[in-house]
């Protein structure tokens, strides 16, 4: 049952540092849009004051990336935070395992 237990954590635990890879991957180039973002919005020349418009259109279009690199920057903190969890409880089963066969074999010793 604790074996299975076990197995069940592990797996699950594998599942999670997967998502973690793909985030990752996902992530990255959005990290290197990112600047090159900024770059462009800063060579452009700044729009005509008449017009507000387009000012508010620019923060839009600052805030978008930022908030698709938010997301899964929140996703994976909270993926980590599983994983975390999810070691924890392997460490708390294995330990209970390793209780569990301890316990019989003292109890045969001293049944003498």
């Known amino acids: 049952m604790l074996l299975l237990l076990l197995l069940l954590l592990l797996l699950l635990l594998l599942l999670v540092q997967l998502l973690q ?13 990112l600047p090159l973002l900024l770059l462009l919005l800063l060579l452009l020349p700044p729009p ?3 017009p507000p418009p387009p000012r508010l259109l620019l ?10 690199l938010l997301l899964p920057l929140l996703l994976l903190l909270l993926l980590l935070l599983l994983q975390l969890l999810l070691l924890l409880l392997l460490l708390l089963l294995l330990l209970l395992l390793l209780h569990h066969h301890h316990h019989h074999h003292h109890h045969h010793h001293h049944s003498q």
């Open 21 to 33: 890879l793909l985030l990752l991957l996902l992530l990255l180039p959005l990290l290197l849009l």
């Open 48 to 50: 005509p004051p008449p």
């Open 59 to 68: 923060l839009l279009l600052l805030l978008l990336p930022l908030l698709l």
